[in-house]
């Protein structure tokens, strides 16, 4: 069997680096005092990324699993993307959304062209271009309220819904509609008027959705939530509810979208009533670099006006630029075939450590290349095994492993992903 003979060729952990007299330590004892302390980082300091992998300051190698949280979807440094950021860096950066350029417009040509043509939201009409997932939700949140202000300009149509375990973003807005105490609590008051339901409960539906809501906000793959699939039924479900109250839906594609899960859109595999009216992206969207863009159909464009929303940085030319590439490569049918296949290829792998570990690896969950694996325990212990083993994953929910590569990862990487995967698992049993 695969799995055992690697655990034979198993390496070791490495060595541990001591931080007191490694160049890591050196440079996070010295920059660490300056960073505002909003994560709690691992040892390892990145210095360079190519296509699967990083390496850190010591030259140690890491594939990564993660991609940069679902970013780097073309891999680490595609290299046409280096070419066009030096091509357009001399030509135009920024002038303002004040004026017109070349790219902004074409970006969000291409972006409503593909979406119609996915089979996801067939009445696309055009898009905001801004700077990060937050940003974008923030958009769609302000759209949706001006939709319900237009239709009701008494005010009684302006609540949002929104999901347990949804991850939006951490502005106000956008963290709002993300109902997780720990990220809510120490900047309580949120903004009035939004409202919590459970994922893939229809029978709720009828009394979450009602005449008072402007818009509902949902991921089709909750990511941070923990890789939890809502179900075509429940999608179904809600956007007719959606539509008999005359609300907004909202789609946040941001972790999920952009050919993650083998379709352009998470959602394009769905029936025409079940669209949204509102799609934000981002993340896979700059393949590192930022932006994040709001799609929306006419209903909603239409009742969009000048100066009612707006960004500096958003939609500048470089950022464009590298997305009209960007979404190029992710349209591409072999591509999102791929996705498919190197799925499989992981889910083979999980199955096997369920087999393996059934105490401990409960579920699989997810689609394409967004994926997670349940287990019972926190999985800490794992992340940080498998890191001194040279792969990088994250995790999601509670006691989630999430498993969110690059889409043009090879199987022969994903395999020797899952190797390391399982030699970590072994070594916390012990
Ligand atoms: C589904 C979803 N929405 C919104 C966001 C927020 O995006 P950003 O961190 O770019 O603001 C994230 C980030 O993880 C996300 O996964």
Same mark, same amino acid.
């Given at each position: 069997?695969?799995?055992?003979?690697?655990?034979?060729?198993?390496?070791?952990?490495?060595?541990?680096?001591r931080p007191e007299d490694s160049p890591s330590g050196t440079l996070i004892r010295e920059h660490a005092p300056f960073m505002v302390a909003t994560y709690a980082r691992p040892p390892p300091?990145?210095?360079?990324?190519?296509?699967?992998?990083?390496?850190?300051?010591?030259?140690?190698?890491?594939?990564?699993?993660?991609?940069?949280?679902?970013?780097?979807?073309?891999?680490?440094?595609d290299a046409k993307m280096a070419e066009l950021i030096a091509q357009q860096s001399q030509t135009l950066i920024h002038a303002s959304n004040l004026y017109y350029n070349p790219w902004t417009g074409a970006l969000s040509k291409l972006l409503i062209e593909q979406t119609r043509a996915s089979g996801g939201m067939h009445d696309a009409a055009a898009a905001?271009?801004?700077?990060?997932?937050?940003?974008?939700?923030?958009?769609g949140i302000k759209f949706a309220r001006k939709v319900g202000k237009v239709l009701r300009p008494d005010g009684s149509k302006t609540e949002i819904v929104s999901f347990r375990n949804a991850f939006h973003?951490?502005?106000?807005?956008?963290?709002?509609?993300?109902?997780?105490?720990?990220?809510?609590?120490?900047?309580?008051?949120?903004?009035?008027?939004?409202?919590?339901?459970?994922?893939?409960?229809?029978?709720?539906?009828?009394?979450?959705?009602?005449d008072a809501t402007c818009s509902v906000i949902v991921e089709p793959i909750q990511g941070e939530g923990g890789v939890q699939v809502a179900s075509d039924e429940f999608l179904l479900a809600l956007a007719k509810r959606c539509r008999e109250v005359g609300a907004v839906l909202?789609?946040?594609e941001i972790q999920c979208g952009l050919s993650r899960t083998g379709t352009f859109w998470a959602h394009s595999?769905?029936?025409?009533?079940?669209?949204?009216?509102?799609?934000?992206?981002?993340?896979?969207?700059?393949?590192?670099?930022?932006?994040?863009?709001?799609?929306?159909?006419?209903?909603?464009?239409?009742?969009?006006?000048?100066?009612d929303h707006g960004t500096t940085f958003g939609g500048n030319p470089l950022a464009?630029?590298?997305?009209?590439?960007?979404?190029?490569?992710?349209?591409?049918?072999? &591509?999102?075939?791929?996705?498919?296949?190197?799925? %499989?290829?992981? #889910?083979?792998?999980? +199955? /096997?450590?369920? =087999?393996?570990?059934?105490?401990?690896?409960?579920?699989?969950?997810?689609?394409?290349?967004?994926?997670?694996?349940?287990?019972?325990?926190?999985?800490?212990?794992?992340?940080?095994?498998?890191?001194?083993?040279?792969?990088?994953?994250?995790?999601?929910g509670t006691n989630?492993?999430?498993?969110?590569?690059? &889409?043009?990862?090879?199987?022969?990487?994903?395999? %020797?992903?899952? #190797?390391?995967?399982? +030699? /970590?698992?072994? =070594?916390?049993?012990?």
């Open positions: 069997m695969a799995f055992r003979a690697s655990l034979r060729l198993a390496a070791a952990a490495r060595p541990a680096i300091v990145f210095v360079k990324g190519e296509g699967s992998y990083l390496w850190d300051v010591e030259d140690r190698k890491y594939l990564d699993f993660t991609a940069g949280i679902a970013v780097n979807s073309l891999g680490h440094c905001f271009i801004c700077n990060s997932g937050s940003e974008a939700n923030e958009a973003g951490r502005t106000m807005g956008s963290l709002s509609a993300t109902p997780n105490p720990k990220y809510q609590a120490p900047f309580a008051p949120m903004v009035p008027g939004f409202r919590v339901g459970d994922l893939n409960d229809t029978a709720a539906l009828p009394d979450l959705v009602t909202h789609f946040d595999h769905l029936p025409k009533e079940a669209h949204p009216d509102i799609i934000t992206t981002a993340k896979a969207l700059g393949n590192g670099f930022p932006i994040g863009a709001t799609l929306v159909n006419e209903r909603v464009a239409e009742k969009i006006k000048v100066g464009c630029r590298l997305g009209v590439y960007i979404v190029e490569r992710l349209a591409e049918k072999g &591509l999102q075939e791929g996705v498919v296949k190197k799925g %499989e290829v992981f #889910r083979k792998g999980f +199955e /096997a450590l369920r =087999a393996k570990y059934p105490e401990l690896v409960k579920e699989v969950r997810g689609k394409g290349l967004i994926l997670g694996l349940q287990l019972s325990e926190d999985p800490g212990a794992i992340v940080k095994a498998a890191r001194e083993r040279g792969l990088l994953v994250i995790t999601a989630t492993l999430r498993f969110v590569p690059s &889409l043009v990862m090879s199987e022969q990487e994903i395999q %020797e992903g899952l #190797r390391i995967l399982e +030699e /970590a698992i072994e =070594a916390t049993r012990q």
